[in-house]
T-cell receptor
């Protein structure tokens, strides 16, 4: 069945360049989350979208990070002026509603490498 | 298609009980298996397992991997109400090192 998809699966970029990561949530899921996992560390919450409400951006590490969710479906995470410490796996998850973690379905992730 | 299956989906126990959570997987080019505890916004990393038969232990939690039978278990002894959470299992696999998550086990520990 159709799960959460992310693209690209791998991205290598030079320091200082901007990157865009895409997430397609499961159809009908109103909640969408972005996380990142750095090498040797656990998942770090970045941002949460719920329906038409203002997103919870409390996890974004700096103003170089931003995310949009168009039409309540596809989301794009943008990192401007990438730094080497941005290298990580960026994971997207969606759920039917709310912050019920039990229902979160994770995508395969985008592995970002900043050289 | 890579698969990670966790069981049970939910579990209710009383304080002091011991629980065993299961995670089985079918993936191509296995690299590692990770366990997380999720209570709030982001899952908390518990263990990373790469080798069979080597138990990882942290306090009352322990985990072991069986790469022949393709599963892992997470044990929690002397459970406390603070152990109530969703426990997620994820497998890192393939040349792209993608993560596949299980659906999680919802653990509720009653006083």
């Amino acid at each position: 069945g159709a799960g959460v998809s992310q693209s690209p699966s791998n991205k290598v970029t030079e320091k200082g360049k901007d990157v865009e990561l895409r997430c397609d949530p499961i159809s009908g899921h109103t909640a969408l989350y972005w996380y990142r996992q750095s090498l040797g560390q656990g998942l770090e919450f970045l941002i949460y979208f719920q329906g038409n409400s203002a997103p919870d951006k409390s996890g974004l590490p700096s103003d170089r990070f931003s995310a949009e969710r168009t039409g309540g479906s596809v989301s794009t995470l943008t990192i401007q002026r990438t730094q080497q410490e941005d290298s990580a796996v960026y994971l997207c998850a969606s759920s039917r509603s709310g912050m019920n973690t039990y229902e979160q379905y994770f995508g395969p992730g985008t592995r970002l490498t900043v050289t | 298609e890579d698969k990670v299956v966790q069981s049970p989906l939910s579990l209710v126990v009383h304080e002091g009980d011991t629980v065993t959570l299961n995670c089985s997987y079918e993936v191509t080019n296995f690299r590692s298996l990770l366990w997380y505890k999720q209570e709030k916004k982001a899952p908390t990393f518990l263990f990373m397992l790469t080798s069979s038969g080597i138990e990882k232990k942290s306090g009352r939690l322990s985990s072991i991997l069986d790469k022949k039978e393709l599963f892992s278990i997470l044990n929690i002894t002397a459970t406390q109400t603070g152990d109530s959470a969703v426990y997620l299992c994820a497998v890192e696999a393939g040349s792209a090192r993608q993560l596949t998550f299980g659906s999680g086990t919802q653990l509720t520990v009653l006083p």
